[in-house]
């Protein structure tokens, strides 16, 4: 693209942002609904890019193929700071170091900037040089949908009809007296095992976008839960004459299985997801360190290489906007009282700051090459 087609195509107007604020709005709430209710997110980028030429053309308002790609970008950026969010704040209030709200604005923010900072210099040599190695199948199915949606495709259609669908199905659940939002069945001879489905148009909505191996794997977590780690626990606690911890009032025997589940099973289920991640960062070292080296080295190639005139629409933003940005969140960490919890003293929230900035950098350049290499 010329610098003259560039200027007579509009792309980062009043419109487009306002339009994937809004959609920013709705998606990160329903991701942040959906990861607090089952530990799932999904990406919001196509989505987001049908809905917001549906939009425009709702208000009759023709949109440029840019302004489209501004808007669907701001909206899909939400869902991964509410991921980031949902993920890690919680832990807090498990805790019991429940942070005041501005106190969460600020981490998001600091965490929003730091991110940005960091991928600003590692878009050319991932996006641009990199394009024919890393196949970018989100975005390139992102960019179709923008083509073929701004064309006068139907697509939209298809996203206000699953909402529609899934608005009926919640209405209909809502009577509880003509549909059960849950169902359970007990299961004989196990002890207190119990098989329940909750029907939830959210939750099928998830399955379906996730597919069906990693539905697959929740079903059978929940096979393991309901049948055998629960059973297993009320047996070998019906003889037990005290409370086994961490219950500290009721004996296992006076239990139902909700309450085992929510008591110990959940716990187990915790250990094992954590476990999960330790051998899956530990597996993937390898690949995470050839990455970054490979990440390090198009750098280094890039910084060598003779600058010419680059167009406007491949220009990147400025050094000091990158390394401005990095070093205001490691100040802002390091300086100012209430960003981290816990009443760190001056030397302990710098260490903590410094952290921050550098492992924030490594796993952006990291997750980055990563991501983009092997998503679909």
Not at 97 to 108: G, I, K, N, R, W
Not at 361 to 370: D, S, W
Request: charged share 10%.
């Amino acid at each position: 693209m010329t610098r003259e087609r560039s200027a007579d195509v509009a792309e980062f107007t009043l419109k487009a942002v306002v339009a994937g604020i809004v959609l920013g709005i709705v998606f990160g709430a329903a991701n942040a609904y959906l990861g607090l209710r089952v530990a799932m997110t999904v990406s919001a980028s196509i989505p987001a890019a049908v809905m917001t030429v549906a939009v425009f053309k709702l208000f009759g308002s023709q949109a440029t193929i840019l302004e489209a790609n501004i808007s669907q970008t701001i909206g899909s950026a939400s869902t991964a700071l509410s991921t980031g969010t949902i993920f890690t704040i919680p832990a807090l209030f498990m805790w019991g170091m429940a942070p005041p709200y501005l106190q969460v604005v600020t981490l998001c923010f600091l965490g929003g900037v730091l991110g940005l900072s960091a991928m600003i210099p590692l878009r050319r040599m991932l996006i641009v040089k990199a394009h024919d190695e890393l196949p970018y199948p989100e975005g390139t199915a992102c960019a179709e949908v923008l083509r073929a949606t701004a064309a006068g495709a139907s697509g939209s259609e298809w996203i206000f009809r699953g909402m529609l669908v899934g608005a009926l199905v919640k209405a209909l659940l809502s009577l509880a007296f003509l549909f059960p939002s849950e169902l359970n069945v007990a299961v004989p001879v196990l002890p207190k095992a119990e098989l329940a489905l909750e029907l939830a148009p959210a939750l099928f909505g998830v399955g379906f976008i996730l597919g069906y191996r990693q539905a697959a794997v929740c079903v059978a977590g929940s096979i393991v839960s309901s049948l055998a780690l629960t059973p297993l626990i009320a047996w070998l606690g019906a003889s037990l004459t005290a409370p086994l911890y961490p219950e500290t009032t009721r004996l296992v025997a006076d239990m139902s299985s909700g309450d085992i589940w929510s008591r110990y099973v959940r716990y187990i289920g915790a250990g094992a997801v954590a476990t999960a991640g330790v051998l899956t960062v530990l597996r993937n070292l390898p690949s995470m360190w050839g990455s970054f080296a490979a990440v390090a080295a198009g750098l280094r190639e890039a910084k060598g290489s003779a600058v010419g005139p680059v167009a406007e629409p491949d220009r990147d933003m400025p050094g000091w906007f990158v390394f401005g940005g990095i070093a205001t969140v490691v100040a802002v960490a390091a300086f100012v009282p209430g960003v981290f919890a816990g009443g760190m003293n001056p030397v302990q929230r710098a260490v903590c700051a410094a952290g921050v900035g550098f492992f924030g950098v490594l796993f952006v350049t990291v997750a980055a090459r990563i991501e983009r290499s092997r998503r679909t």
